[in-house]
């Protein structure tokens, strides 16, 4: 993606991350349903974005793949 965007470095850090973070209880699946209803919009380009990446990601070349996986192990 940063060669797409033409970004030089797409280093970041993660700041204010919870060490120890509580699990939240399961949602029951029919608050799920509520949920995706009142926002289905959202939900369907969620849907899109996460399908293209995919999608972009399989066809990366064999270095790209590296430098994906490199990138991923220091994040």
Do not use: C
């Not at 797409?4 to 509580?22: C, I, M, S």
């Not at 009142?38 to 995919?54: E, G």
Request: proline share 5%.
């Amino acid at each position: 993606m940063s060669q797409l965007l033409g970004w030089k470095d797409a280093h970041y850090t993660r700041e204010n991350v919870t060490q120890n973070r509580p699990k939240h209880p399961r949602v029951p699946d029919h608050i799920v349903r509520i949920i995706r209803q009142n926002n289905t919009l959202d939900y369907r380009l969620y849907r899109f974005a996460k399908n293209r990446l995919q999608q972009q990601i399989q066809h990366l070349t064999p270095k790209q793949k590296r430098d994906l996986s490199r990138f991923k192990k220091r994040h």
